[in-house]
């Protein structure tokens, strides 16, 4: 099985990129073909600044290769190193409904705070299915915000499929059952977002800082540590991420905190943090140090990826007549 999936290198990564998207892709790399990328044309489409970006799209390698994407086994590249995805992205747009992309919830959202988005980010899941068909991916690991993109990444597909014959297998969603939409800890209604820095706890967060965020964050008036979507959706989350970097199902937490307020239940889980998100640190911390090995990492996977890109750029060339 191939899989396909991609982060935007728009910063630091947060704790719910890693539950619902990279926890998935280390665990993926063992039984499948995995190749993952740093998706920097994804991250222009919104107004940026191109002396961070660069620096970011190192980073992003940093933070992939320290949560264990091992590039023995997976191909780790830069989007726009391969050009053939903009090639596919600009053929497969005239097999896109425009009105499916204006009915994307990510452009809606994003263009409401934009007020002058550009064609880019309305054009941009038309890149995300070049990223996936382009590798002929079957499956694709993200979080539950991505699904809507990967529904029209089908639609796309069989579009394709349909006009100029067999090509693209159509590509399924992997999300994790839970983990899958980690919530703000300082609004518990809206998603962990890297636009929105001020809820976010990332991977490589200092123990001080994973302390304080965790205890102020925002949960219920009541006293009872209980998983509760509805009445308790601060809990409920906090509950969902001590159980996923502890290993210890929700039950069992609830249980063992029966007795507990928020307070202790929220030390605790800072102490979770703490252990659990160490190696991260370590990880990455050495990673800095070996830029060159980085940089070369990127190279050989681009090579890698070059060769598979090339030869579905040659098939969908000659199937559209332009060969
Ligand atoms: P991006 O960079 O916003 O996010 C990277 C991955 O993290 C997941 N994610 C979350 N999962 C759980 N809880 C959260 N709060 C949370 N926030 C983010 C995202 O779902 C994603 O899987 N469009 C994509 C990048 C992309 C891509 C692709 C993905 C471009 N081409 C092809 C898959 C396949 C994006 O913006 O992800």
Redesign the pocket.
């Given at each position: 099985m191939r899989i396909?999936?991609?982060?935007?290198p728009?910063g630091q990564i947060h704790i719910?990129?890693y539950?619902?998207?990279i926890s998935q892709f280390v665990q993926l790399q063992e039984k499948a073909e995995c190749i993952f990328?740093i998706?920097d044309l994804?991250a222009i489409t919104v107004p940026y600044n191109p002396q961070e970006l660069s620096k970011n799209i190192f980073d992003a390698a940093v933070c992939y290769l320290a949560s264990g994407i091992d590039p023995e086994k997976s191909i780790l590249f830069v989007q726009s190193w391969i050009k053939e995805h903009t090639e596919l992205a600009w053929l497969l747009s005239t097999v896109t409904p425009t009105g499916d992309l204006l009915r994307m919830t990510q452009y809606k959202e994003k263009s409401k705070q934009l007020r002058d988005a550009k064609a880019g980010l309305l054009n941009y899941p038309i890149?995300?299915a070049s990223?996936?068909l382009l590798y002929k991916a079957e499956a694709?690991p993200?979080?539950?915000?991505?699904k809507q993109?990967l529904e029209l990444t089908r639609t796309v597909a069989k579009a394709f499929n349909s006009r100029f014959g067999e090509t693209f297998p159509v590509p399924r969603v992997i999300l994790r059952e839970s983990?899958?939409?980690?919530?703000a800890l300082n609004n518990p209604k809206k998603?962990?977002?890297?636009t929105a820095p001020s809820g976010c706890l990332y991977l490589f967060e200092e123990p001080e800082a994973i302390k304080k965020k965790v205890m102020a964050s925002v949960t219920d008036s009541g006293k009872k540590v209980k998983y509760d979507l509805e009445k308790k959706p601060g809990i409920s989350n906090l509950l969902t991420i001590y159980s996923l970097f502890s290993g210890k199902p929700i039950k069992e937490l609830e249980k063992k905190f029966k007795n507990s307020n928020y307070s202790s239940f929220k030390k605790s889980l800072a102490e979770q943090l703490i252990v659990s998100l160490e190696p991260f640190r370590r990880k990455k911390k050495e990673l800095l140090t070996r830029e060159v090995y980085v940089r070369e990492v990127l190279r050989q996977g681009a090579k890698r990826a070059k060769v598979i890109a090339a030869s579905t750029m040659a098939e969908v060339r000659q199937k559209m007549g332009l060969a």
């Open positions: 396909f999936s991609g982060i935007q728009t719910g990129n539950l619902g998207a990328s998706v994804h890149l995300m990223d996936i694709v993200v979080g539950q915000d991505q993109h983990g899958d939409k980690i919530m998603k962990m977002s890297k």
